[in-house]
């Protein structure tokens, strides 16, 4: 997140008073440096990005707009800005009520960084919530770094469902196992829980169904919820290669 988005938000709780806790006590020191201008913690573009480009700031681009693919998608990560990339940067600026052009410059990237943390992920998720198993990633069916890096995106694809869905929370019960901690739960020997990409939800205030359907605009091939075996008592969504979606309790 960048500073400027943060004094704000300080002078608004501090006229909140005690009722609210602080969330400026997770963001130390560069408010008191004062520097406003510098880059985002996390990453940073140096280009405007439309139709046509490559390259790794492409690829940043897209694991932050790929909870944007519309219905039923699933935006390719491989650093080439395609008309897909382009759909899913519309859509996103459609959501935060910018300029939708498909092109991604110094607004959209302003609102990327107001959405990121300093460790890349999404204000409203973390990676401690995504990995209840272990402290390291280790131990799935894809290395360490892989199963973290799927994580990510995942968490981008439910800010972006959240945002979708009235900016409530959504209860994230669970993500990463290792085969360890899979054989524990009972999971499939085929989970994608094991390459870091699923995601447990709990019903918080949407409901399971209200999630699993809205989980469908948001780039999740695999969506297990109510009446699939197993799973009447939180919503499964995750990445894999060919669509897999079943919840018939919501009529999916
Ligand atoms: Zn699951």
């Given amino acids: 997140m960048r500073i400027r988005f943060l004094l704000p938000m300080l002078a608004l709780v501090a006229g909140l008073g005690t009722a609210v806790a602080t969330p400026a006590a997770a963001d130390p020191g560069p408010v008191a440096a004062g520097k406003v201008s510098v880059a985002d913690a996390c990453y940073s573009w140096g280009r405007t990005l439309s139709e046509g480009a490559s390259g790794e700031d492409v690829r940043q681009l897209q694991i932050r707009v790929a909870g944007y693919p519309g219905y039923g998608g699933v935006l390719a990560l491989d650093g080439q800005f395609g008309a897909g990339t382009k759909a ?23 609102k990327l960084y107001a959405l990121q943390d300093d460790d890349c992920t999404p204000i409203n998720f973390t990676y401690a919530e995504l990995n209840r198993c272990n ?12 199963a973290k890096a799927n994580a990510l995106v995942s968490m981008w694809k439910l800010q972006a469902m959240r945002h979708a869905m009235g900016d409530r929370p959504i209860d994230v019960n669970g993500g990463f196992r290792s085969v360890a901690c899979n054989n524990a739960v009972g ?8 390459y870091g990409d699923a995601v447990d939800l709990g019903a918080g205030s949407q409901g399971f169904c209200g999630l699993a ?40």
Avoid: M
């Fill in 135 to 146: 402290s390291d990633w280790s131990g799935g069916n894809v290395p360490p770094a892989t």
């Fill in 88 to 110: 899913a940067v519309t859509r996103f600026q459609q959501a935060y009520g910018l300029a939708a052009d498909g092109i991604a410059g110094p607004a959209t990237f302003s």
């Fill in 213 to 252: 359907k809205q989980a469908r605009n948001h780039g999740f091939a695999e969506i297990l919820g109510p009446g699939y075996p197993g799973h009447n008592d939180h919503t499964h969504v995750a990445h894999r290669s060919t669509r897999f979606w079943s919840a018939s309790s919501c009529g999916i």
């Fill in 187 to 194: 999971g499939a020997t085929n989970s994608r829980h094991l």
